[in-house]
């Protein structure tokens, strides 16, 4: 004899869903929107208002001395997009952000490549000491880049000792040195961004080149480098944006000589109390942010097709 057990999951002469599977259906809806209501909340409260705070605040009209007419005025934009000054102001920002990101990445590759690729047992150890740099402020550091830098530090004191200067080189309160300092600081997000893209990489495909006579250089520039391309465009990305907004190290490395978008919205918020005004260069700062992101989402496109 043939026993059939008929599930009450089944679907109803009407087509509708049994009342047990709808019962579970919203029951997993009202856990899911449990879950994501907390987080979206924060999200508003932490980010989205002041977002919507800042850009209402870019069309009031500054007075100065904390004081603001409440309108909607383009003032501030045109004030900052008329002046030369602030042009050469993005200009710095823009140029710190690429030169930043390209040094960067160049010099953390070969590391992040290594720490990807190895199987030793110290793996873990090596990936701890690469990163280990976050741990300490990027205040302090950039104070002792300060000492390294500076007229009597050591690296005017190590070249004045063996002879190959006779003045200090201006690396301290420069551009130079402020680019230094932040490439020293970003390695260890340019070598997480790496390695986290470096999944393409296949070793076998090395392998094969080169049982087919290929040599060291050609395996590498037309095999691993082209695989590791979307964990470089990763990386130039995070440390462009971590660049272009950082605050600390062009105010004390550069001395107060060197001006990006962050100094000067520092200024003009803290220093000249012009709150408008510093809004409008946040939302243009925003607007070079989402621009660079767009550029990099279609690049990861066109290295995913």
């Known amino acids: 004899m043939t026993t059939?057990?008929?599930?009450?999951?089944?679907i109803d002469p009407d087509g509708n869903r049994g009342h047990l599977e709808r019962a579970r259906s919203r029951h997993n809806r009202l856990v899911a929107w449990g879950l994501v209501i907390p987080a979206l909340a924060a999200l508003i409260v932490s980010y989205a208002y002041p977002l919507v705070w800042m850009i209402r605040m870019s069309f009031n009209i500054g007075l100065g001395d904390g004081l603001y007419v409440e309108t909607y005025s383009l003032d501030s934009y045109l004030k900052s997009l008329s002046d030369s000054y602030y042009w050469e102001v993005i200009g710095n920002t823009l140029f710190l952000g690429v030169l930043v990101a390209v040094l960067c990445v160049a010099v953390s590759y070969p590391i992040a490549l290594f720490l990807a690729r190895t199987n030793s047992k110290w793996k873990s150890l090596l990936v701890a000491l690469a990163i280990a740099p976050l741990l300490t402020s990027a205040v302090v550091r950039t104070f002792g880049w300060i000492v390294i830098l500076g007229t009597q530090g050591l690296v005017n004191s190590t070249l004045k000792g063996w002879g190959l200067i006779d003045t200090p080189l201006p690396l301290a309160n420069s551009f130079t040195g402020v680019a230094i300092g932040l490439v020293e600081i970003f390695m260890p997000y340019a070598i997480l961004g790496m390695?986290?893209?470096?999944?393409?990489?296949?070793?076998?495909?090395?392998?094969?080149?080169?049982?087919?006579g290929a040599n060291r250089a050609a395996v590498f520039f037309r095999i691993t480098l082209p695989l590791s391309l979307p964990?470089?465009?990763?990386?130039?990305?995070?440390?462009?944006?971590?660049?272009?907004s950082t605050f600390v190290t062009p105010q004390l490395l550069g001395g107060g000589r060197v001006h990006v978008m962050a100094t000067e919205i520092y200024d003009q918020t803290t220093g000249l109390l012009n709150w408008p005004f510093a809004a409008s260069l946040s939302v243009i700062l925003l607007i070079l942010f989402g621009s660079v992101v767009a550029l990099y989402q279609r690049a990861a496109r066109r290295l995913g097709a």
């Open 4 to 10: 059939t057990v008929i599930s009450t999951l089944e």
């Open 195 to 212: 390695m986290s893209g470096f999944g393409r990489l296949n070793t076998q495909l090395e392998e094969a080149a080169s049982s087919l």
């Open 231 to 244: 964990g470089l465009l990763t990386a130039l990305l995070l440390v462009f944006v971590l660049t272009i």
